[in-house]
């Protein structure tokens, strides 16, 4: 396979340096789950602090220790556990981490030996994925300030979630949110001083458009990698650039189409074809080509243009060269950037352009 997805490590800087910006004066998390939304998790990493980010998400405790164990000192949080997690070594490799249970909080604490856990607690503010519901809340926080007292856990951040359901769902959630915080801290949990825990709810969309929702930091993930997380503009005119360049290999031409030697099966979206797709394009021998056919291994793909067995036909990247972005293959596939990118097949070698 002569496929291969180019990831632009000055890209990613630039994205994140920017987000970092916009963010300002809260703290800048970048969010590197699902392999770095494909990109590769530990080159992405690196260049997300060397640009500017203060720590890292992933979604688990066994990707965040990864980072631990190739040398990344910055801090990390996991906060999607399995019955299995291995909060022992979390703790010892200071993994910050996510609780949204009682029962969960329990088994943190119980894991704490030499060390302390640093918790942030979750508030369910309407995405019903996981967190503790208001009626759960003080519980949890009365748990957390016991296990606290006791030494072995130390309440490091109040957070949440949310939806991306537009402007006015987050104002609501963020009032739900405000309103649990301050639950919290008629429970004790001290507001101000050096351990006051941080507050955060904001991921990409609400850290850019709402100021008053970035409180003391913001997660920002699909927009470091280029991708826009609104309708109404695209990454370019966010001021940000794609990070990823995929491209193919002419591998046969058969009655005037070219054939690409990437596929559904190396994560292509086929519905691009389908009843709701658009269709697709990539470039090719300088000028967009029309895609006719995803097939599991190969595209095939119609162009005026001159080409030859053997061209490169670039299928997305940054769009410098007139080429396809990722946003333009979600909006043919009709879903989003971050499933073109997250889906792209470990098979893809990644190539990481400095
Ligand atoms: C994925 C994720 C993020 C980043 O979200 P984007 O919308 O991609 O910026 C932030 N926080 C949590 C909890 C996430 O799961």
Do not use: C
């Not at 299928?315 to 990118?341: F, K, M, N, Q, S």
């Amino acid at each position: 396979m002569t496929a291969a997805l180019t990831i632009h490590l000055p890209a990613v800087r630039a994205n994140v340096a920017r987000l970092a910006a916009i963010a300002a004066p809260a703290r800048t998390m970048l969010a590197v789950k699902a392999d770095a939304y494909g990109h590769g998790m530990l080159p992405v990493a690196r260049a997300g602090l060397a640009a500017g980010a203060d720590s890292l998400a992933v979604l688990e405790v066994p990707a965040a220790l990864s980072l631990r164990e190739a040398g990344i000192r910055a801090p990390l949080f996991a906060w999607l556990h399995g019955v299995e997690t291995d909060f022992r070594a979390a703790i010892e490799h200071e993994i910050d981490l996510g609780v949204s249970s009682r029962p969960e909080l329990e088994r943190i604490a119980a894991a704490a030996g030499p060390g302390v856990a640093a918790v942030h607690l979750k508030i369910d503010t309407g995405l019903h994925r996981n967190g503790a519901s208001a009626e759960e809340w003080p519980a949890l926080v009365s748990a957390a300030l016991e296990e606290q007292a006791r030494g072995r856990v130390r309440i490091a951040g109040l957070w949440s979630h949310l939806a991306d359901a537009g402007a006015e769902a987050d104002a609501v959630a963020l009032a739900e949110f405000r309103a649990a915080v301050a639950v919290a801290a008629g429970l004790g949990v001290p507001l101000d001083g050096a351990d006051r825990p941080l507050l955060h709810l904001a991921a990409s969309s609400a850290g850019i458009r709402e100021p008053e929702a970035r409180l003391d930091l913001v997660r920002f993930g699909i927009a470091a990698y280029g991708v826009s997380p609104f309708d109404d503009v695209d990454g370019p005119g966010l001021g940000l650039r794609g990070t990823a360049t995929l491209t193919a290999e002419v591998v046969a031409v058969d009655d005037g189409r070219a054939l690409l030697d990437v596929g559904s099966a190396d994560g292509l979206p086929p519905a691009v074809l389908g009843p709701s797709g658009s269709g697709a394009e990539v470039l090719l021998g300088g000028r967009r080509a029309r895609v006719v056919e995803v097939g599991v291994d190969a595209l095939a793909v119609e162009t005026s243009a001159e080409f030859a067995l053997g061209d490169t036909a670039i299928v997305y990247g940054p769009g410098d060269a007139g080429e396809p972005t990722v946003e333009d293959w979600a909006r043919w596939a009709g879903t989003i950037g971050d499933e073109i990118l997250a889906r792209m097949s470990a098979r893809i070698p990644r190539v990481f352009a400095e």
